[in-house]
Nanobody, 118 residues
């Protein structure tokens, strides 16, 4: 049974940093398309960053240069390092594991809240 669990959210002042972690069980992160998404109140869920099995990364423009997605194959985790956080980064952050780039077999975590105070 595949399970995806996020951790590391919290409350931070603008300009601060947080590191989110996504732990996957039942599916190796090294062979999956992993991604971080976020959903603010009243808005749709949007892609933040993704990493492919080859290690290719992709970011939404608004976080480029501030966020970094990385993978630890030994721990079977995917992290999102978030620096220089802004109030507009406030959202629930979700991790997704999929077997291809189109989202086949997608498994989502329950989400972790990130709140950035101005």
């Amino acid at each position: 049974q595949v399970r995806v669990v996020e951790s590391g959210g919290g409350l931070v002042q603008a300009g601060g940093s947080l590191r989110l972690s996504c732990a996957a069980s039942g599916r190796p992160v090294s062979s999956n398309y992993m991604g971080w998404y976020r959903q603010a109140p009243g808005k749709q869920r949007d892609m933040v960053a993704t990493i492919s099995p080859t290690g290719s990364t992709n970011y939404v423009d608004s976080v480029k240069g501030r966020f970094t997605i990385s993978r630890d194959n030994a721990k079977n985790t995917v992290d999102l390092q978030m620096n220089n956080l802004k109030p507009e980064d406030t959202a629930v952050y979700f991790c997704k594991a999929a077997t291809n780039q189109y989202g086949l077999g997608a498994k989502w975590g329950q989400g972790t809240q990130v709140t950035v105070l101005s």
